[in-house]
């Protein structure tokens, strides 16, 4: 509810935006509703209108760009903070971190002069496979709604605009250009819509990005359904919606929704959908001008909150990029984030003192990912790895050798790495871009740009094949030397990666077997990885020790040795199902993937751990596992349903190990006389509870009745079934250690 004064001010600011449209000629205002660069809208200056300045991305400011080629300016003030991937930062389940992210993301936007940074990206994880994976947070809606709308806050306070991607279901990255997908209603209200209706209604977004993709027929950038009666008359959403670049197809479907900005990788910028051809169109007769106005009314009020116009211009936020406290909240929030995924015997910590010469062995110790991704790519200020870590933490008074253990075929980083501009020039070459220009639903070119990749991977895989046996050779004589063994594994942004989706869930250059002969030589090799998604690890239970890192931004290798070497706790735990194989997806057994122009999301709301539940299937690691160096207990449940409505539970945790740590508690609700078909159980409530040794806390929350609901369809509204629910307090989703029943009236 907005206040007496806030109200006023809304009013006059809406009197403001409309005396401002009034003014504008239709020129100026069809100027200012598509990009005049790749990254920033046209500007008014008649009427002291700005330009809009957006950026990518979701793990720091991108680098600057020239104006009309995806060519880096090259300039040497654009390095900045290179933030924890959303993977990473989901999987530490502290708001308060979310909260830190998105200010250090919001101040650094700012100190770069941007007006919108297109973060966070918020997708919810379908497929293992999906190569976008690590920019987004979780499979579960609940997970990723309570820690975006920290993070949007945080970012909005620096007078800089999150724009919350990619609005819906960008499930993959195979065909997303123009892939139609099938969702039912109650799947899109319950699992891929709510993460975003909190980012608008709860976080206060100020823009949103459109997706590329279709759903159940219209390209979300055209869709009324989803811009008009879900995002405007049902969220109340008021603020500017932008489109992915390239993601407009026609003049008339985008003008007649609620698409305001119009953003793409092409440089003829005048023949945007919504700029010659849509003044085109008005002067025909066949769109009504109002469209325009309603467009420009959402960016001058974005302008407005953004006070780049105004009577609160002067009082702008100033911004700040690359401060040592930006530093110290991305190294707090890499500790946080890294899971445990196994540790027998007490394999880890490694104790310093016991080790004369360590062993690192894998390309993963010595890489620095920051510049890769695809759009999440930064220039950033420094990125310490694994192996610098461990050096900087050892300080040169223990020998460290390191092998690199199996080969990477070299990728050289070309300006056509990067998919927009290597869309640019197959225009000329009547592929790619030529399709989107052309709103092709054909994907011949489309297919042979895929198969020429996965050809090219065959080819490495024989070159991989042919160097391997010597760096393995070198790799198990140095750890059958050492006193202890560190493996640093995983992927890396040719997997993890905008535009395609990986094929498998292996791990990529033969790992596999080079782990196995480790562990034949080492049992006490300590397995470790640095990826953005969960991948298969067949030898996973002849393995002491498994930690997992996404990629945790600049500050990892310091992250990565703190834990390591005990002087963090690790408490991280999965914001995703990490299956035995691939097989065992949803989206395998509905023999999807890797589907090109149309898929049907079969598997409903059983995604993630809810398919896991339904199929009583045993993943290797399951959503919300994560080990730490201590134990918990937890006990004492209590609960009570208030007014019969909200339901308020307490219990205890103990802390009954030697140190201190932190333990994820999460309550799942499983609903037992359901009138509808439910999921098994969900997760609906989660904290953190910091704990010295030997220390117990209460934990008290409260779970509100609409967490209860579920949508339905015929009224087309979520509703709470009265009757019995099992309120569940686990350690994961599997690993529940407090049951109670609650009764809804
Ligand atoms: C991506 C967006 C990104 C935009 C601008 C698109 O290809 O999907 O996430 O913000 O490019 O770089």
Redesign the pocket.
């Known amino acids: 509810m907005l206040k007496k004064s806030e109200k006023k001010n809304e009013k006059k600011r809406e009197k403001e935006i409309d005396n401002l449209v009034k003014k504008l000629t239709l020129d100026e205002k069809i100027t200012m509703i598509h990009g005049a660069s790749l990254f920033r809208s046209g500007a008014v200056e008649r009427l002291g209108i700005p330009a809009i300045e957006t950026s990518?991305?979701p793990m720091g400011v991108r680098a600057e760009f020239m104006d009309d080629r995806w060519i880096p300016a090259g300039n040497q003030d654009d390095m900045v903070s290179y933030l924890p991937s959303n993977s990473a930062l989901a999987s530490s389940w502290n708001t308060d971190l979310a909260r830190k992210m998105g200010h250090v993301l919001g101040a650094e936007a700012r100190g770069r002069g941007k007006d919108v940074i297109?973060a966070p990206?918020i997708n919810i994880k379908r497929d293992p496979l999906c190569g976008r994976n690590f920019e987004y947070m979780s499979e579960d809606p609940a997970l990723t709604a309570a820690l975006v709308v920290p993070f949007i806050q945080s970012v909005q306070k620096n007078d800089v605009a999150a724009c919350v991607?990619?609005f819906a279901a960008n499930v993959q990255e195979t065909g997303r250009l123009f892939v139609d997908e099938t969702i039912d209603e109650r799947t899109l209200y319950e699992l891929y819509l709510p993460a975003f209706k909190a980012a608008v209604q709860e976080g206060c977004a100020y823009s949103v990005?459109g997706a590329?993709n279709k759903i159940n027929g219209a390209y979300c950038c055209e869709s009324k359904t989803l811009l008009d009666r879900i995002l405007r008359e049902e969220w109340g959403f008021d603020g500017t919606v932008i489109s992915?670049?390239g993601a407009v197809h026609s003049t008339k479907e985008a003008a007649a929704c609620s698409m305001d900005l119009e953003?793409s990788?092409f440089s003829d910028f005048d023949e945007y959908k919504l700029a010659n051809p849509l003044k085109e169109s008005i002067k025909k007769g066949e769109i009504s001008e109002d469209a325009v106005d309603a467009k420009v009314r959402n960016l001058l009020r974005m302008m407005y909150r953004l006070k780049m116009i105004g009577a609160k211009k002067d009082t702008r936020e100033k911004g700040a990029y690359n401060l040592p406290e930006h530093r110290e909240a991305i190294r707090r929030t890499a500790e946080e984030s890294m899971v445990l995924l196994k540790n027998e015997n007490h394999a880890l910590p490694l104790d310093a003192k016991k080790i004369k010469k360590l062993a690192v062995i894998g390309v993963n110790a010595a890489k620095v990912h920051s510049d890769g991704g695809?759009?999440a790519e930064i220039k950033a200020l420094y990125e310490i790895s694994p192996l610098a870590g461990l050096k900087m933490y050892l300080g040169g008074n223990i020998k460290v050798a390191y092998a690199p253990g199996y080969y990477v075929p070299v990728k050289p980083k070309t300006f056509e790495t990067n998919?927009?501009a290597a869309s640019l020039d197959e225009l000329k070459n009547n592929t790619v871009g030529q399709m989107v220009r052309n709103e092709l639903g054909e994907n011949e070119e489309h297919i042979k740009g895929e198969q020429e990749r996965l050809t090219q991977i065959e080819r490495d895989k024989a070159e991989i094949h042919e160097k391997n046996p010597e760096l393995f050779k070198q790799a198990i004589a140095l750890a059958k030397d050492a006193d202890a063994v560190i493996f640093v594994g995983g992927l890396n942004h040719d997997y993890d990666s905008?535009g395609f989706d990986r094929s498998d869930m292996k791990l990529p250059y033969e790992q596999d077997l080079l782990i196995e002969e480790l562990l034949k030589v080492r049992k006490d090799t300590i397995i470790t990885f640095v990826g953005g998604s969960p991948v298969e690890m067949p030898w996973r239970d002849k393995a002491q020790a498994i930690l997992w890192s996404y990629y945790a931004g600049m500050e990892t290798g310091n992250a990565f040795a703190n834990i390591i070497f005990g002087e963090v706790n690790p408490s991280g735990k999965l914001a995703e199902t990490f299956p035995q194989k691939y097989e065992d997806c949803a989206t395998a057994k509905n023999g999807q993937s890797g589907a090109w122009d149309k898929i049907t999301l079969e598997e409903g709301l059983y995604c993630g751990y809810r398919h896991y539940d339904r199929q009583h299937l045993t993943p290797a690691f399951c959503f919300g596992h994560g080990l730490s160096y201590t134990n918990f207990e937890y006990g004492g449940l209590t609960l009570k349903a208030e007014k019969g409505k909200d339901v308020k539970l307490t219990f205890s945790v103990k802390n009954v190990g030697k140190r201190a740590g932190a333990e994820i508690v999460q309550i799942y609700i499983a609903p037992i006389a359901a009138q509808v078909d439910r999921p098994d159980k969900e997760l609906k409530a989660f904290a953190k509870v910091e704990l010295e040794a030997g220390r117990l806390k209460k934990v008290s929350l409260t779970l509100k009745q609409e967490t209860f609901m579920h949508f339905d369809v015929q009224l087309h509204k979520f509703i709470a079934d009265a009757g019995d629910y099992e309120i569940l307090v686990g350690a994961s989703c599997q690993d529940i250690r407090l049951r109670g029943i609650a009764t809804l009236n």
Do not use: N, T
Request: net charge negative.
């Open positions: 990518d991305g297109l990206g991607k990619h990005m590329y992915d670049w953003m990788i695809g759009s998919w927009q905008e």
